[in-house]
């Protein structure tokens, strides 16, 4: 089992930015990456960032170069660091870890831009 807590989202006006923190606990060796996904009102859940166990990572077209996905494996922390943030960003930003068998989820922390 794998436990995932996202912190940081609140609100931010265009062009400001946010980091999103995720502490990660349980079968971390099992992790094979470890990501974020977000949920905007009326939409579906989209990948937006991860990070694999060998360090490489992907980004959707819309956040390349506005948004970094890192971790600090002391901590066991997977972070998303925002910037110039625009009002379509605006959404519930989910933490996820992929593992062998299935994926696992955190409850989400909501992000919103506007001013």
């Known amino acids: 089992q794998v436990q995932l807590v996202e912190s940081g989202g609140g609100l931010v006006q265009p062009g400001g930015s946010l980091k999103l923190s995720c502490v990660v606990s349980g079968s971390i060796t099992s992790i094979y990456s470890l990501g974020w996904y977000r949920q905007a009102p009326g939409q579906a859940r989209e990948v937006v960032t991860f990070?694999?166990?060998?360090?490489?990572?992907h980004y959707i077209d819309s956040v390349k170069g506005r948004f970094t996905i890192s971790r600090d494996n002391a901590k066991n922390t997977v972070y998303l660091q925002m910037n110039n943030l625009k009002p379509e960003d605006t959404a519930v930003y989910y933490c996820?870890?992929?593992?062998?068998?299935?994926?696992?989820w955190g409850k989400g922390t909501l992000v919103t831009v506007s001013s």
């Open positions: 990070i694999t166990s060998g360090g490489s990572t």
């Open positions: 996820n870890a992929e593992t062998s068998t299935k994926y696992y």
